[in-house]
């Protein structure tokens, strides 16, 4: 059975995954990593090998993606297959950065309630707003994760190295996969990577945004699964 970190995105916790934890289990043994307690980069990276198997399969959504080309940079001995969910291997841009930055001040103002109701819209398709299990429950985990979380992700995010650069010597075999509608890491960024990682394969999801494992969550546990078992899509 494989050892499987799970890597949530900004404002995510281990519900982001449910369906793909219950789908996997009888051939994963899956971990949702906790990318809450730090502001780099670099320190979730290390939080996550500290509590990690020897080696183990990664996957990781947005956010979740950043730390795993950390983990990748600093232990790949250790990663025997890589996933990443609607993510890119980009830094922030000025405007990116400047956008956190205020979204941050806003946070520090008291003002947390009305950023992950802003940002909705951005994340999922406008058909699955208003569904509990993908609106509903994005509304959910950003309250349960809360503002000094908030403000430590995204100083994490927005201080990111370009991954670029590393791409090319990700040798393991490696899922790239991305919702057709993703607005935030669209799918040319996913098209970028595949065509870069050596042992890429690149899946689109149709009817998808940015949270494709819980727009899309049988879709995903599929993907993984064959993933996973090392066949092919």
């Known amino acids: 059975m494989s050892h499987l970190i799970l890597l949530p995105g900004l404002l995510t916790d281990g519900r982001l995954y449910s369906h793909q934890t219950a789908a996997l289990a009888d051939i994963a043994d899956a971990t949702v990593a906790d990318l809450t307690q730090d502001d780099s980069i670099g320190a979730l990276a290390e939080r996550v090998l500290a509590a990690a198997p020897a080696t183990f399969a990664l996957a990781g959504l947005s956010m979740g993606g950043y730390v795993a080309f950390e983990i990748l940079r600093r232990a790949p001995q250790r990663v025997e297959r890589l996933a990443l969910l609607d993510t890119t291997a980009r830094a922030d841009t000025p405007e990116q950065v400047e ?113 494709s494992a819980i727009e899309q969550p049988e879709a995903v546990s599929a993907a993984l699964r064959f993933w996973l078992l090392g066949l092919a899509s």
């Open 99 to 211: 956008r956190r930055n205020a979204a941050i001040a806003l946070a520090r103002d008291g003002h947390f309630g009305r950023i992950m109701p802003a940002l909705l819209p951005q994340l999922v398709l406008p058909a699955h707003l208003a569904l509990e299990p993908v609106g509903g429950l994005a509304l959910q985990m950003a309250d349960s994760v809360g503002p000094e979380a908030f403000i430590r992700q995204q100083t994490a995010i927005r201080d990111r190295p370009d991954s670029r650069p590393t791409l090319s010597a990700i040798a393991c075999p490696t899922l790239v996969l991305v919702g057709a509608q993703d607005q935030l890491t669209p799918p040319d960024r996913a098209a970028e990577m595949a065509e870069a990682i050596p042992a890429a394969q690149l899946i689109s999801l149709a009817n998808c945004g940015h949270l």
